[in-house]
């Protein structure tokens, strides 16, 4: 078994430039909360220090919430692209707002990427910049345009629409 | 009946979703010139079921049901995955006979999953003879299942805390006497697609990939253990018991059918060797502990490695009996590429060959049909093609 706290050391040496906050969410796991326009660079330094494999992107929906006043804050994506090396888990944490909710691809690094980035506009409304698929992969044909069922808000068709 | 002329000189063989070949529904495209495949493009995803959607609206001990329901093969490495991360959630520890137990029913699904792929594999080369022999020695090993959880599939060995049966002696004699069996029958299997010449014909150098192509391809398991990819969660990340029961990896770097095809025989001896040794020093004591219905907030990625290869979970808790977020990869979806990308320059009668070799589970969803005339292409809903078959038939007056 190799040893994973060297691995999380060098992960976040190469990638504390590109991040403003660092968290660890478990032992073996460690978070860099980054901007979309930082994303593309950080992709390219894990793969140039040949720092582990993505293993998946998993989207997260914070629909809107009301505050004590009543004012409603804008609801917000985070994508985050988990890479592993041994057992080190490396997530890059990218949050976008539902106004305008665009990440860069990554599939000129990762061509792998592309089966998740297509679920991530599918399923999410995640738009996905330069992604060289934006076919279906999961909804049927007759899915409306704009309704994107791992929204929180979604929760399913009325039994007219059906 | 018109003929119809392609125009754009490219000869696409479809095949599925529904086609005799396949037990599962997958659509693929062939571009083909002669009998040499020239282009390759996979859609997947007629039987997508929204789990992850209907886990946000269960309690996790719901869950942990609906995620054993995932595969029918390996049903109990989902629901390990699943009960392994809230259990770390909640900060509980499991007792060590309960992993134990884990690990042998695990490992009894891996032997399980490759003798069921070794008879599918061998029935798309046309050898239906080991297809017929490993099949019916895949009895000895649902028979072993059953024995011990009453299921042949979906064992339901697990709880969030634990498992729910105990293996007494006569069960583990029973398992003992029944691998001695496999054993045997693994090596007559082994000595068979190494040496039968027929069969080494459609596997020798048929779909190679190099270790850097399976790297970027993101292949993942057994079909990237047989390109050299020294990669297993198993030893990667010790989950359940196999930080106190260490596997040795099987790796073979030749990248061919070949090699996938002693990769996963060697890995049921390595599954059997491992049984015998979980069984020949079982922990003694308690087989659950308690879990709160309600788990602290956080989240985590667990992997595991199912008999497909790395199997990845994300749970994200919020407090409630309900998680917020579950997002789970299966490895089948991380194989698919490899196929698309090996099919191009061999011939077409390979193609379910290599589709068997990285041992593919269907599990996500498109419904589209497509229909290419002369030079148009045309997308019709299942409503427009059932109207259209009824006028069809109507003007044929074969129907009122």
């Known amino acids: 078994m190799m040893d994973y706290h060297f691995a999380l050391k060098q992960v976040e040496e190469i990638l504390q430039p590109f991040s403003s906050e660092v968290r660890r969410p478990q032992e073996h796991q460690i978070d860099f909360v980054m901007g979309a326009e930082n994303l593309n660079a950080a992709v390219e330094a894990l793969f140039l220090a040949q720092w582990g494999y993505l293993s998946a992107i998993t989207c997260l929906d914070h629909p809107p919430v009301k505050d004590e006043n009543g004012q409603e804050s804008e609801g917000s994506l985070e994508v985050i692209y988990h890479f592993c090396r041994n057992a080190a888990v490396a997530g890059l944490r990218v949050s976008v707002p539902y106004s305008h909710p665009h990440v860069p691809t990554i599939c000129n690094w990762i061509p792998s990427a592309t089966l998740y980035e297509r679920e991530l506009m599918e399923l999410f409304g995640v738009v996905v910049d330069d992604t060289p698929s934006t076919e279906r992969l999961v909804t049927s044909d007759d899915w409306p345009e704009g309704v994107y069922p791992m929204r929180k808000t979604f929760s399913g068709f009325s039994q007219e629409s059906r | ?400």
């Open chain 2, 1 to 400: 009946m018109e003929s119809e002329i392609k125009t754009d000189n490219r000869f696409v063989v479809p095949i599925g979703p529904q086609h005799p070949a396949l037990k599962e529904p997958g659509h693929f495209e062939f571009d083909v010139d002669g009998e040499v495949v020239t282009g390759a493009s996979i859609r997947l995803g007629f039987v997508h079921r929204g789990i992850e959607k209907l886990a946000e609206q269960r309690n996790y001990i719901q869950d942990l049901y609906l995620f054993e329901r995932i595969c029918g093969i390996c049903s109990h490495i989902h629901a390990t995955a699943f009960a392994v991360a809230v259990e770390k959630l909640a900060g509980v520890v499991v007792p060590p006979r309960a992993q134990a137990i884990r690990t042998i029913v695990a490992e009894l699904e891996r032997i399980h999953s490759h003798m069921l792929w070794l008879g599918v594999a061998a029935h798309e080369g046309g050898f239906d003879t080991l297809f017929m022999y490993s099949w019916r020695d895949r009895e000895t090993v649902m028979d072993l299942l059953e024995t011990i959880a009453g299921n042949r599939v979906n064992y339901s060995a697990n709880l969030i805390g634990g498992v729910k049966f105990d293996i007494d002696d006569s069960q583990r004699d029973a398992i003992l006497r029944g691998i001695d069996f496999l054993d045997q029958r693994a090596r007559y299997y082994l000595k068979v697609v190494e040496s039968d010449e027929t069969f080494l014909g459609r596997t020798r150098g048929v779909g190679k990939m190099t270790r850097g192509e399976a790297e970027i391809l993101g292949a993942v398991g057994p079909t990237a253990r047989a390109s050299g990819v020294a990669r297993d969660v198993r030893l990667e990340a010790p989950y359940i018991g196999y930080a106190d029961y260490p596997v040795v990896l099987v790796l073979d770097d030749r990248g061919d059918l070949e090699a996938r095809f002693s990769v996963r025989i060697l890995e049921l001896f390595e599954s059997f060797r491992l049984i015998r040794e979980i069984l020949s020093r079982m922990p003694k004591g308690e087989l659950s502990t308690r879990v709160p219905r309600r788990i602290p907030e956080g989240e985590i990625v667990l992997r595991v490695e199912a008999p497909r290869g790395e199997l990845y979970y994300y749970v994200k808790s919020n407090g409630s009996e309900m998680p917020e977020r579950v997002k789970v990869r299966t490895p089948s979806l991380c194989n698919w590429a490899s196929v698309a990308s090996l099919a191009v320059g061999h011939k077409l009668a390979d193609m379910p060959m290599l589709l068997a070799g990285i041992d593919p589970c269907f599990s996500c969803n498109d419904r589209l049909v497509t229909l290419r005339r002369q030079d148009t292409a045309q997308t019709m809903t299942w409503e427009d093609l059932r109207q259209y078959g009824i006028q069809y038939y109507r003007g044929k007056r074969v129907c009122p």
